[in-house]
């Protein structure tokens, strides 16, 4: 399916509430493979690729579009939806969710949340660097390796880095810029749903301690820390987070450990 501003946008499943993921930086609807069939029979489950990948990769990845695309998506679905955001994902659905038109959205869940990365724009130049030096297979094959433990299986791991490799360097950076030049503690106030907060215990990118800082912004939010996970959570204990975000979505709070 299609937006009308043209972006591609997958549905399956059915039921009487949505589910609309967004992926990471780099990464497409790929990082939901495992979560979409094991949820069909529940929700109608909502993927794409962000603009800037995949099948939206000639759009250019700017924030305001992303969360254009996840609002417009939501509409035309036309369900009552929970929000599921992973890394640059929680930018984007964070303010989905604080915007939500119509009270349609009825939770949010985050995967590797922080109140921001401003303050760091020079990581920007020196990817660039790097990508430029290396090239982005070698860079994904290096992020995989160190993203993901050692619970993940080497399917999976390869997949990752297969997918990161497919990325447009130019886009990459360019979506690296959109989340390294805005902060989200102005938003997360804002969001007025019950909301999840889970963090690898594991995660080098956006640890505990940030995702204890989210908590502390986001109003009717509760944490969760996955063991045995970095930072793609969804990618190292799929059956773990299926387990919370189904508990979640069904009862609005966090299961009990």
Not at 112 to 134: I, K
Request: hydrophobic share 45%.
């Amino acid at each position: 399916m299609r937006t009308s501003g043209g972006i591609t946008y997958y549905v399956c499943g059915k039921g009487d509430q949505a589910v609309l993921c967004h992926p990471s930086l780099g990464l497409g609807r790929f990082l939901f493979h495992r979560m979409v069939p094991a949820l069909s029979r529940e929700f109608v489950m909502v993927t794409w690729d962000p603009r800037g990948t995949g099948d939206n990769r000639d759009f250019a990845p700017v924030m305001a579009s992303w969360v254009g695309d996840a609002l417009d998506i939501l509409g035309e679905v036309g369900l009552p939806a929970h929000l599921l955001g992973v890394s640059l994902g929680t930018w984007v659905m964070a303010r989905a969710a604080a915007a939500n038109p119509a009270q349609q959205v009825l939770s949010l869940a985050l995967i590797g949340a922080t109140p921001g990365f401003v303050g760091q724009g020079q990581d920007v130049p020196d990817r660039r660097a790097q990508l430029y030096a290396t090239g982005m297979a070698q860079f994904a094959a290096e992020y995989a390796r160190s993203t993901l433990t050692e619970y993940a299986m080497d399917e999976v791991r390869d997949n990752l880095a297969a997918e990161l490799a497919g990325a447009d360097v130019e886009n990459y950076l360019q979506a690296m810029a959109a989340i390294y030049t805005e902060s989200n503690e102005a938003v997360y106030p804002e969001v007025g749903v019950p909301t999840l907060i889970m963090v690898g215990a594991r995660d080098a990118r956006t640890s505990p301690a940030q995702a204890e800082q989210v908590r502390q912004l986001v109003p009717h939010s509760e944490i969760k820390v996955l063991p045995r996970c970095g930072h793609l959570a969804l990618l190292d204990q799929p059956e773990r987070v299926l387990r919370e975000c189904r508990y979640f979505w069904r009862h609005r709070h966090a299961a009990d450990d």
